[in-house]
């Protein structure tokens, strides 16, 4: 399989480069690419690069605003509602999660929901940011619904991540970043992009029935809940689903569950309901961050059930994916989504493309 070896900061310019090609505000636009670029990073591909597309084709149509900042509508102490003002989901997702922040200083917690946004990438990147403050970070976002409920076969529900961020000792951390599905959309069009099946488990056909191929998914089916069959669970990622759906659609007062648009339809505005929470350990029992790493080393610890594959803490995949783009000097990406991407560029004007030549196998 032939891939790319490009830079962060290539891949950081060029989406920049793309954004602002479509009229984006330079600083938008560089909100939206670090954490597209982090995505990618960190190994989560379904939400990196591979998403830029999409972003273009919200402020080119005009479907996303692309002047203002998001407003506060309401507040007190700890809590916020924040009015997006339908601007890239990253500028909305970097106000919330700062005020939250602000007010865990304060307060000890700061809740803060918003309404009019659009797709804000990986939620773990907002739920990280409180780490720099040595706080514990949550973030929720209601999506297009692309997941069929336990029992039924019409996608009433998004992928609705869940994110949790809690610091450990000496830079440590705890980054739970996951899907209410058994996966991200991203990664069933990362498969039919590349021509390959996928898992069986992963989504299900228009008649509700488990698939490997990602067409008959992205094609009239869905995505399965985390747990995938009732037999095997899938109702309580059903229930999870739910809940993000509480956090953000119903509490900011956006759209919710199929009245949001369908994915990647830009007929009318997105107004997801999205959800940030900081908390300052300080303001509870002593010695968190100690026993934060005392409760990873455990599981770190663990005697695996298998000798090839160790036992690992949440976050942790993620950092040996960082740790091997810092070897390899670069982000590997597949050589058709750098190809797709830079064919996107050239439709809009935006130069430099992407580097294609320098090839890695794996």
Known sequence: ????????????????????AVGTKQHHACSLAEVLVEGDHRGHYSHGLNRMDMYVKDIQSGICAKDGEPVVEKESAATALVDGKNLLGPVVGNFCMNLAIKKAKEVGIG???AHGSNHYGIAGYYAMQALKENMIGM?????SPLVVPTRGKECTLGTNPISMAAPAKDGDSFVLDMATSAVAIGKVELHERRGDPIPEGWGCDPQGKLTTDPKRVLSGGGLVPVGGSEATGGYKGYGLA???EVFCGILAGAAFSKHIRTWKETDRVANLGQCFVAINPENFAPGFTDRMSDLMS?????DP?????PVLAPGDPERMNIDQCEEMGGIPYHINVINYMNECAKKIGANPLLPCDQLISN
């Open 139 to 143: 973030s929720f976002t209601n999506t």
């Open 305 to 309: 059930a298998d000798t090839d594959t």
């Open 242 to 244: 739910m809940m993000v």
């Open 1 to 20: 399989m032939s891939r790319c070896l490009i830079s962060k900061a290539e891949v950081q310019g060029f989406i920049e480069r793309c954004m602002m």
């Open 111 to 113: 809740w803060v929901v």
């Open 298 to 302: 455990i599981h770190r610890g663990l």
